[in-house]
DNA sequence: TTAATGTTTGACAAATTTGTTAAACAAAGA
DNA sequence: TCTTTGTTTAACAAATTTGTCAAACATTAA
């Protein structure tokens, strides 16, 4: 077979994420992956030599599909206004799919006191933080440090998704109330980020 | 010596809180830590008795944090307003110091399906809750679920500073320039979420 | 069918990390 | 001083986790 059988090896890599990026279980073994999957360990190792090389290569795809929503997003003749839209429906479900997922970024990063980070190029960051500026030039929204403004989106967007469980105990919120809380902040989050409607 | 001797115990458990909170390696084994603390790995047996029983009070003492912080900056006869700036400023300030208190936390309570979390009780977050509602009847504030104004606030201080070594990444901006960002974010923060002045 | 190639498995080895023990050491009181 | 108690250390044992290997198995092409 020339080409190569991505059956095995996309199931364990796209179990290793759930576990991360849904689950938030951080520290789970090879064993636990690949019970996970239901496939032997033996199998982890084989396709991806290393845990080591497993943890990597999730992170990098991590890094790549989020630097792909950013660019995919920013593009197009949308209207600003629209396209903001579009990046909180579109994130926000992503996160609630895998809220822990720049968790795990994190933590990896300073793990290895290595920024893998900035391959998320200034190409569609920048780009990004123009179209802002010329928003706030507009009037459209306040006027601020375009990276605050960027901060603020990502914070209200990821957060409360990422302390989920410390969220609900604090505030005593069921799982289901949580839920419509979360889908309810799509709009909230759009109104506070552009207010003058 | 009837009265137990802090020294050596005291300095373990601040270095672990160092390593997590302040530097979020959430991977530190025994080891890690008593090199830090410049001690034998032998004497986090001795004082914890196990590596989990460690996690757990830290874990606890955390949260003991949290909740003294949020009782203590809710009572007294400042105005919201105040309370609010008093809030944004010593929260801020712990979270420069510690910014992945929050996310250890979190990770902690993932990795043994238990909230631990709850503990914080309503006795302190319900009051919060309440002056909230309050500050809304008046119309000082947005009009919202409660719950919704402090996620709001809490996601605007603890993301940036969480997620610093991505947020640099992302948008190249040097540790200085964060510094200044991130000391720029107290007054942000409060014309955002407090916004007729 | 047979050979070749790729996949899966269990058994094993190595490495890492945690936990235990006994002995050395230090400080304080009788 | 001597004893007692608490602290620190090194050596060791146990447990966990990662990584290797050869053999079994499956699939495809000649």
Redesign the pocket.
Known sequence: ??I??K??EQLIKDTAKRIFFAEGKLHA???DIADAAG?????V???F????LLFEQVTQEALDELRQLMSTLFVGKLSFKEKLKKLINVFMDETMAYPYRELFLITETNRHDQVHADQVHDSHVKPFLNDIQEEMDKGNIKAMDPRHFMMNLFSLMAYPLLSGTLSKGFMRISDSEYVKLMKQRKQLIFEMIYPNK
């Open positions: 077979m020339s190569k059988d059956g095995t073994t090879t064993q496939v032997n360990r033996t199998l190792h084989y396709y030599r290393s845990r080591k």
